[in-house]
């Protein structure tokens, strides 16, 4: 069974965006008019952006679990512009973060580590590990030479 170290990370977010869209993940009223954080000049041109963060927030939880909400901010967090200066690091909001760990723990696939942060259950861990060995099946198909990861 392949694991999510073994597909490229790109189209297992995009996968798994997909499966939370229809699992319904409770998206908070206000998305469509934040930003990411305050580093960001505009709201995500993309209107389906909140299950591509939960998606890509479950999938870093997986890899790097257990892991805080601090920490997740300042991963998702970039460079502001200050004046003619460098630019200086900003956090991501936090209740975007917050919201969407608060959604995946609905689901049951992420669980609370007392005094540590989240972690992925272990059915989080099913379903990313079946989609990654879906995706594998199929990048085997294009690419022969990828079987040695199977």
């Given at each position: 069974m392949?694991k999510?170290?073994?597909?490229?990370a790109?189209?297992?977010?995009e996968?798994?965006a997909s499966?939370l869209?229809n699992e319904?993940?409770?998206a908070?009223?206000?998305?469509?008019f934040?930003?990411?954080g305050a580093?960001a000049?505009?709201?995500?041109q993309?209107?389906e952006w909140?299950?591509?963060?939960?998606?890509s927030?479950?999938r870093?939880?997986?890899l790097?679990?257990?892991?805080?909400?601090?920490a997740?901010?300042?991963?998702?967090g970039?460079?502001?512009?200050?004046g003619?200066g460098?630019?200086?690091?900003?956090?991501?909001?936090g209740a975007i973060?917050?919201?969407a760990?608060?959604g995946l723990?609905?689901l049951?696939y992420?669980?609370?580590?007392e005094?540590k942060?989240?972690?992925?259950?272990?059915?989080?861990m099913q379903?990313?590990?079946?989609?990654?060995?879906?995706?594998?099946?199929?990048?085997?198909?294009?690419?022969?030479?990828l079987?040695?990861y199977s």
């Amino acid at each position: 069974m392949a694991k999510v170290y073994d597909v490229p990370a790109d189209v297992l977010i995009e996968r798994l965006a997909s499966a939370l869209k229809n699992e319904d993940i409770p998206a908070p009223s206000w998305i469509p008019f934040v930003k990411t954080g305050a580093h960001a000049d505009k709201p995500p041109q993309d209107r389906e952006w909140w299950h591509t963060r939960c998606a890509s927030i479950m999938r870093k939880i997986y890899l790097n679990g257990p892991i805080g909400i601090n920490a997740l901010r300042n991963d998702y967090g970039g460079g502001k512009p200050s004046g003619y200066g460098a630019a200086h690091h900003k956090d991501a909001g936090g209740a975007i973060i917050r919201n969407a760990i608060q959604g995946l723990e609905k689901l049951g696939y992420v669980e609370k580590v007392e005094k540590k942060g989240r972690r992925i259950s272990k059915q989080g861990m099913q379903k990313l590990d079946r989609l990654s060995t879906e995706i594998l099946k199929e990048l085997i198909v294009e690419n022969p030479q990828l079987k040695v990861y199977s």
